[in-house]
Structures are given as structure tokens and as C-alpha cells.
């Protein structure tokens, strides 16, 4: 009998220990999971906690600690007037400008930018409604704007003009035939050659007599002929090349 109720038993048995077995499988997975969960949420972690330590690097900045010198010098020999030349002269002047080093950064586009934005709105400051302009008001804008004006050109010729005519010489003929001369030359070549061709050819803003000495030299206008008074200017010694006449432009 008890081995009868034994074997009636054992199939009872089998399915309890299955669910206890198929129970701790899902509890082993449910546990592998969570540790799995946790690896992935400590690297995701340790990838992106880097940038809250990481910053750019600090710069110190002394205030009033640095001079910005810019140093910029002419100098041209000078003529003696002797037969036999064993001598040599050299008149030499030097240009020191010193400004303050800024302590601010400044960027180019944030100049460029407050330009525009300040050009616009003397543009537009006056205007109501839409933005498009009438006749009338274009004519108007255009008569407020002030002309360009190249003052340091300017001055310049104002300078060679009273040093010219200091020497005795017609500072104003000197300086037109120079500049007609100028217009006469299409090629220049080198770096002096280029300035003295920016430094001869006026600016829209000077006055016409300078504008139509350099229109009559693109014109092909004998120019010592329209300037009969400019002789033995200084500046020829400078701008040109003098052997028995005028044979090469340095302009």
C-alpha cells in the first residue's frame, strides 16, 4: 500500500519543483537585467559627466600692463651741389604712434556689424511705415549724406604745396604736372611705385583742378606743356629719373 501511494505521489512532485525552478529562472533574469539596467545608466553616466568638470581655459589680464608702438620713418637723400660727390647727406624722419593695449576682446564682426546696424538706422530713422522709399525721399537722403571726404590725401598736398612754394617754386603747377604725369603711366610696378600712384591720384572729394590734371594725363596731354611754371620742382628728384630729360617714371 505505501508503495502504491508512493507512486502516486511522485507525479505531484515533478511540477512543484519545475515551478520552483522556472520561479528562480525568472528571478535570476529579473536580477541579471536590473545589474544590466545599472551598467548601462554608470556609463552613459561616466560619458557625459566629464563636461561638467571640463572648462576653457582663463587668461589673466593686466590692465595699463602693455604699450601697442607703431614706428614708421621717411627718409631721402639730400643734394649737396658739389662736382665731385664724396660726401652723402640723408634727411631722415621718424613717426612714433603709442596706444593703450585693450583689455576687451574685440571681434571684427561685432564691428562690422555695429556699422550696419547703425547705417540702417540713420537710414530708416525717419522713415514711417513701410520701407520703401519715394523720389522725394531718396532725393532728401541723398542731400543729407555727406560726401566722403580724404583727409589725409588732403593734407598731404597741403603739405607739399607749402613746402614747395617755401623753396620758391609754384607748389600748385608742381603738383598738377606730378599728377598728370601719374595718369600717363599705366604699369606700376613695385611697392613705391604703388604708393606714390595712390598718393598721386586724387580723391573725388579734392578740388577739380587736381581731378582734371589727372584726367588730361589719361588723356595723353603733353603735361610739361600744360604746366609751363613747373620747374625744377622738388619732388622730380623723388618720383622721377632725370638723364638728360624725363626717360623713366618711377610712378
Not at 649737396?80 to 571684427?108: G, V
Not at 555727406?146 to 590725401?153: F, L
Not at 607749402?162 to 600717363?184: F, H, S, T
Not at 611697392?191 to 591720384?201: D, F, N, S, T, V
Request: aromatic letters at 8%; hydrophobic letters at 35%; glycine letters at 4%.
Amino acid at each position: 500500500m505505501q508503495s502504491k501511494a508512493s507512486k502516486h505521489k511522485q507525479p505531484n512532485a515533478r511540477p512543484e519543483s519545475t515551478r520552483r525552478a522556472h520561479k528562480m529562472n525568472i528571478m535570476g533574469l529579473l536580477v541579471i537585467l536590473l545589474l544590466a539596467l545599472d551598467a548601462v545608466q554608470a556609463v552613459d553616466v561616466n560619458l557625459t559627466t566629464w563636461r561638467q568638470h571640463r572648462r576653457q581655459k582663463r587668461f589673466l589680464i593686466y590692465e595699463d600692463g602693455g604699450i601697442i608702438k607703431l614706428v614708421t620713418g621717411i627718409a631721402f637723400p639730400v643734394n649737396l651741389d658739389e662736382k665731385h660727390a664724396w660726401r652723402q647727406l640723408i634727411c631722415l624722419m621718424n613717426f612714433h604712434y603709442q596706444f593703450p593695449e585693450p583689455t576687451s576682446p574685440i571681434y571684427w564682426w561685432q564691428l562690422w556689424r555695429q556699422e550696419t546696424l547703425r547705417r540702417d538706422h540713420r537710414d530708416h530713422s525717419d522713415l514711417k511705415g513701410p520701407l520703401k522709399l519715394t523720389k522725394e525721399q531718396q532725393r532728401q537722403q541723398n542731400a543729407s549724406h555727406a560726401p566722403q571726404v580724404d583727409a589725409a590725401q588732403q593734407f598731404l598736398y597741403e603739405l607739399a604745396l607749402k613746402y614747395m612754394n617755401q623753396r620758391g617754386q609754384d607748389g600748385k603747377a608742381c603738383l598738377q604736372r606730378l599728377i598728370c604725369e601719374n595718369g600717363q603711366v599705366h604699369e606700376h610696378n613695385g611697392l613705391y611705385a604703388q604708393l606714390l600712384h595712390r598718393l598721386l591720384k586724387p580723391h573725388r572729394s579734392l578740388p577739380k583742378h587736381y581731378l582734371d590734371a589727372y584726367s588730361m594725363g589719361r588723356h595723353g596731354v603733353n603735361c610739361r606743356q600744360a604746366f609751363p611754371t613747373a620747374v625744377h620742382c622738388v619732388l622730380d628728384d623723388y618720383v622721377h629719373v632725370h638723364e638728360r630729360g624725363l626717360t623713366q617714371s618711377y610712378v
